[in-house]
């Protein structure tokens, strides 16, 4: 697969890219790739105190917001929090998002993590990454297969850094996020209807707080301050070279 300077990052909730891969995705942005970040759901169970209607609306505003803060593109795919299915509909669906953003490169969340949702959201991105040059699946918007083959596949990191049974989970790729831990809690910080929440149950404010630990834990490993952790997919048939290692390298 060829670099063709367009990247897309998916997760399942509106926040999700932000707490985990998002200063990596500035990084790239820097050095002039085109971003596209998307969401499954816009966040409908997000709220103690919103309906689903009136929190949708403002949580797609708020993953909106982030994205315009990065320059980069933002869809959601109206599925609905815990009730993300992994079947042909979906498939279809993510499918097309695929298409439409046309990557060589994609994150999204581990096929393993502490809720449904995420599982079943890396489930799809992986199964769309293979449909996405595929003529004969046909997708909703009717999105032409793309020609550059199966994109790269990273999964990012665990949250908590601890598997379901509480062990820890490795990443074999630790990514200096340093220098754009700042934009990264700037866009975290969009999500207020979030952040709130949060602060009102904590009394602080847990939530910028717990993803700088957690990038400083995944910093403390690399030996420097901030780090993001991730997992390449490199089985047949997804490029296995470690690209997004040696693009950030140059
Ligand atoms: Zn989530």
Known sequence: MKDNGRILAVGAHPDDIEFNCVG????????????????????DCGSLEYSSQEI??????????????????????????????????????????????????????????????????????????FGITMPNFGVPGGE???????PYLYYWDYFGQQDMYGDPVPVDILI??????????????CHESQ???????HGMDEYLESMRRAAAARGAQLGVQYAEGFRQHRG??????NILVKILEQ
Do not use: S
């Open 144 to 150: 032409k297969p793309t020609t550059g083959g199966v």
């Open 24 to 43: 990596v995705l500035a990084r790239l942005k820097a050095k002039g790739y085109h971003i596209v970040m998307a969401t499954l759901t816009p966040g």
């Open 56 to 129: 949708m609306t403002i949580r797609r505003n708020e993953a909106r917001a982030a994205a315009e803060l990065l320059g980069a593109e933002y869809y959601c795919l109206e599925e609905r929090d815990l009730a993300i299915d992994y079947n042909t509909a979906t498939r279809r669906k993510v499918t097309g998002l695929l298409r439409t953003a046309d990557p060589f490169l994609v994150l999204t969340h581990p096929l393993n993590d502490y809720m449904m949702d995420h599982e079943i959201t890396g489930r799809l991105v992986r199964d769309a990454c």
């Open 195 to 201: 952040r709130n929440w949060l602060r009102d149950q």
């Open 236 to 241: 047949h048939p997804y490029p296995a070279d």
């Open 176 to 189: 200096d996020i340093t220098d754009t831990i700042e934009m990264k809690e700037k866009m975290l910080a």
